[in-house]
């Protein structure tokens, strides 16, 4: 039994850019667990929000790579991390997850979604990002995105611009489905100005409005809110989703900020519990943490699986598209593959 890892910077084909930051570079550490001549993988997407680098990652990997010692004994693998850090460094413990589900999954010969028995129904069509930036710039994402049969936009805002920003992308694209993203940057007066041309322009849902620890805030909003509300940055763990229902119409699912595809499954399952919709989400990934996710976007209401799409370099192949449609993985295990 083996866990070993490398570490590649992937780049975005543009600068990506959200209301904290603008990037082009993302680290990212691929894990491999071998055991019984079967391997099996994941993907560390660290995210500064959550208290992660691409330099954590490589500190905290050889602390807890031992605590993956089976690749079937996933509640005691969960419990073993646990026991090491308790707190943080959930990129890593999802690579680690990851990549003994894939394992089980190879031992088993079938997809990862077969072996936990999850939905075979087809996947939510995935929204396309535009990512913030000059207005100009923002519109020529927008209609090239829609010129590609793109069905679903999820625009970034975050700025003094966002009402003009949210008009002209409704002007390039007047046939998507508009979602959009604050990241947490609104204020409350300024969320509330906007909910009327959130509302004029059609949007589908709100995500993350206000900062992420304001739940009282996103309760009053909601209340005027005639489009879902969707929490993201207010969820770090699982045991947060019963304290968001009463802020938030859905939450945002990602494997690298919970833990691992088994503890956002856990998440997805307590959301339904408390009448939440469910969105699939990612970071900046390759196709292998895509494919992690899309293996649970049967049960989900929205996908945001965009990520590998917005490389210049996925070191993965196998992921299908057509626009916005992503098939389910074929194959075993993630069903994806190393260029």
């Given at each position: 039994?083996?866990?070993?890892?490398?570490?590649?910077?992937?780049?975005?084909?543009?600068?990506?850019?959200?209301?904290?930051?603008?990037?082009?570079?993302?680290?990212?550490?691929?894990?491999?667990?071998?055991?019984?001549?079967?391997?099996?993988?994941?993907?560390?997407?660290?995210?500064?929000?959550?208290?992660?680098?691409?330099?954590?990652?490589?500190?905290?990997?050889?602390?807890?790579?031992?605590?993956?010692?089976?690749?079937?004994?996933?509640?005691?693998?969960?419990?073993?991390?646990?026991?090491?850090?308790?707190?943080?460094?959930?990129?890593?413990?999802?690579?680690?997850?990851?990549?003994?589900?894939?394992?089980?999954?190879?031992?088993?010969?079938?997809?990862?979604?077969r072996l936990l028995g999850l939905s075979p129904s087809p996947l939510p069509e995935s929204s396309f990002t535009v990512s913030l930036g000059p207005l100009e710039d923002?519109?020529?994402?927008?209609?090239?995105?829609?010129?590609?049969?793109?069905?679903?936009?999820?625009?970034?805002?975050?700025?003094?611009?966002?009402?003009?920003?949210?008009?002209?992308?409704?002007?390039?694209?007047?046939?998507?489905?508009?979602?959009?993203?604050?990241?947490?940057a609104w204020t409350r007066p300024q969320a509330k100005r906007l909910l009327a041309v959130l509302a004029v322009a059609r949007v589908e849902l709100v995500e993350q409005?206000?900062?992420?620890?304001?739940?009282?805030?996103?309760?009053?909003?909601?209340?005027?809110?005639?489009?879902?509300?969707?929490?993201?940055?207010?969820?770090?763990?699982?045991?947060?989703?019963?304290?968001?229902?009463?802020?938030?119409?859905?939450?945002?699912?990602?494997?690298?900020?919970?833990?691992?595809?088994?503890?956002?499954?856990?998440?997805?399952?307590?959301?339904?519990?408390?009448?939440?919709?469910?969105?699939?989400?990612?970071?900046?990934?390759?196709?292998?943490?895509?494919?992690?996710?899309?293996?649970?976007?049967?049960?989900?209401?929205?996908?945001?699986?965009?990520?590998?799409?917005?490389?210049?370099?996925?070191?993965?192949?196998?992921?299908?598209?057509?626009?916005?449609?992503?098939?389910?993985?074929?194959?075993?295990?993630?069903?994806?593959?190393?260029?």
């Amino acid at each position: 039994m083996t866990v070993r890892w490398e570490t590649l910077d992937l780049h975005t084909a543009q600068p990506f850019g959200i209301a904290r930051w603008t990037h082009s570079t993302y680290p990212r550490t691929f894990v491999t667990f071998e055991q019984g001549g079967l391997t099996g993988r994941g993907e560390a997407a660290p995210n500064a929000f959550y208290g992660e680098t691409g330099a954590t990652v490589e500190a905290v990997l050889p602390l807890l790579a031992d605590a993956l010692t089976d690749g079937w004994d996933w509640d005691g693998l969960h419990e073993r991390l646990l026991a090491r850090m308790p707190l943080g460094h959930p990129s890593v413990k999802c690579a680690l997850e990851m990549a003994a589900a894939e394992w089980a999954a190879r031992a088993a010969g079938v997809p990862v979604w077969r072996l936990l028995g999850l939905s075979p129904s087809p996947l939510p069509e995935s929204s396309f990002t535009v990512s913030l930036g000059p207005l100009e710039d923002m519109r020529r994402q927008a209609r090239e995105a829609a010129a590609r049969g793109q069905g679903v936009l999820k625009v970034k805002l975050g700025t003094a611009q966002d009402e003009q920003i949210v008009e002209a992308l409704r002007e390039e694209a007047p046939d998507v489905a508009l979602r959009v993203d604050a990241n947490a940057a609104w204020t409350r007066p300024q969320a509330k100005r906007l909910l009327a041309v959130l509302a004029v322009a059609r949007v589908e849902l709100v995500e993350q409005p206000l900062a992420a620890g304001d739940l009282e805030g996103h309760a009053e909003l909601r209340r005027l809110a005639r489009v879902p509300l969707v929490a993201d940055e207010s969820l770090h763990h699982v045991s947060d989703v019963p304290a968001l229902a009463e802020a938030f119409d859905g939450v945002n699912l990602k494997l690298a900020k919970l833990g691992g595809p088994l503890q956002a499954l856990r998440a997805l399952r307590l959301a339904r519990a408390h009448r939440m919709q469910v969105m699939i989400g990612c970071m900046i990934e390759s196709s292998l943490g895509i494919a992690a996710a899309a293996h649970l976007a049967g049960l989900c209401d929205w996908a945001d699986l965009d990520g590998a799409l917005l490389l210049a370099d996925d070191p993965f192949t196998g992921l299908s598209w057509t626009a916005g449609r992503l098939e389910r993985p074929a194959g075993t295990g993630w069903g994806v593959e190393r260029r």
